[in-house]
């Protein structure tokens, strides 16, 4: 009798080696998704065009399941990755961060006390060349440690080096917008109602300079002074009865704070009502709008009357330094819109306007 003992550490030939694959291929060829999914993963991998068996994972949500410090070092974070991950041109980026996240903060008001109003926050910082990105969150976790105090200037420049310092980064930016209530007293009757307006505070910081921005929205009417001696005319000459056309009206002024100045929101909401008085009104009887066309016939302007009164308004201020003033006059008369731009100082100064820069003027009540 011949006993054949195996060489079991003989190295298999490669025609043994491809019997061996071939005889995988003919198996995963015809086995079901369930005996795939046995495999070892190594002989799975060497099964080429066919699908594997998606692993079964739990879907119930681990509500006991806690983070701790070691397993927190194991999560992927691609934004604070090596500068081998960034993708696109090696630039600087001027501006990165969140806009729109909206909490309710306490402002200082000259005649109302505080007032806590929804205010929609927008803070962005620079980011250099071969940095990856930022941590978007720290941004709103920074401000947030600053949201339960009355917001001034001062809490915006806290909140400001505090997430400057989170991300280290050379410059940064806040603009909050909220929507400030104002009673106004009707011209006649007496009535009284609030006016909303659209303000926005900004803080900026470039190369080490801090500046601080108000944005004002002023919603008017304008008469236009053309239609309004032509429709005298018609009057005059020939007794016919004629109505010069009128429009609403919004400004966007924008005015620098110069420093160790105070500049309320009232203050600001003053001085456009007294360069161009013909605020929209809240309450209105007959002997209101009665008044309100005496009003505007003492006070027709065009467009660029417009930005020159705000302008005058902003120069004579001394707590005002740069300034910006877009006026749209939203025409009875055609369908398109009459505006103008006028600028002071470096800070607004620009060659080229955001095309749709004059659609944001439009005032919905």
């Not at 420093?259 to 600001?268: H, I, S």
């Not at 161009?276 to 009665?290: A, I, L, S, Y």
């Not at 800070?347 to 955001?354: G, K, Y």
Request: glycine share 4%; proline share 5%; net charge negative.
């Amino acid at each position: 009798m011949n006993v054949h003992i195996p060489e079991i550490d003989r190295k298999p030939s490669r025609d043994e080696v491809r019997q061996a694959l071939d005889l995988l291929r003919r198996f995963a060829d015809g086995a079901a998704p369930a005996e795939l999914g046995v495999l070892d993963a190594d002989l799975a991998g060497l099964v080429q065009d066919v699908p594997q068996a998606y692993p079964v994972l739990r879907r119930a949500y681990p509500k006991d399941f806690s983070v701790d410090a070691a397993y927190k070092d194991t999560l992927p974070d691609l934004q604070n990755g090596p500068s081998s991950l960034i993708k696109g041109a090696n630039r600087a980026i001027q501006h990165v961060g969140i806009s729109n996240f909206r909490l309710p903060l306490q402002f200082h008001t000259r005649d109302n006390g505080d007032l806590t109003l929804e205010t929609s926050v927008t803070g962005t910082v620079s980011l250099e060349a071969d940095k990856k990105g930022i941590n978007m969150s720290r941004i709103m976790r920074s401000f947030y440690a600053h949201a339960d105090k009355t917001f001034s200037f001062e809490v915006i420049e806290a909140a400001l080096d505090d997430y400057k310092a989170d991300l280290e980064s050379f410059d940064a930016r806040i603009n909050m917008r909220f929507s400030f209530p104002m009673k106004v007293t009707s011209l006649r009757s007496g009535l009284s109602g609030y006016q909303y307006y659209d303000i926005a505070l900004e803080l900026v910081e470039v190369a080490g300079q801090r500046r601080k921005v108000m944005h004002l929205d002023y919603v008017y009417s304008s008469t236009c002074p053309c239609s309004l001696e032509l429709s005298e005319h018609a009057r005059r000459t020939r007794g016919q009865l004629a109505t010069p056309h009128s429009q609403r009206s919004v400004a966007r002024i924008s005015a620098e704070l110069l420093p160790g100045k105070c500049l309320w929101f009232e203050d600001l909401i003053d001085m456009c009502r007294r360069v161009v008085p013909t605020e929209t009104q809240v309450m209105v009887k007959r002997e209101d709008e009665q008044a309100f066309a005496e009003l505007n016939a003492a006070n027709p302007i065009f467009v660029e009357d417009a930005a020159r009164l705000f302008a005058q308004g902003c120069q004579d201020d001394p707590r005002i330094g740069d300034y910006r003033v877009v006026a749209s006059h939203q025409e009875s008369l055609h369908s398109h819109d009459a505006v103008s731009v006028l600028t002071e100082g470096s800070l607004f100064e620009a060659q080229s306007l955001d095309p749709k820069l004059f659609s944001t003027l439009f005032h919905v009540g």
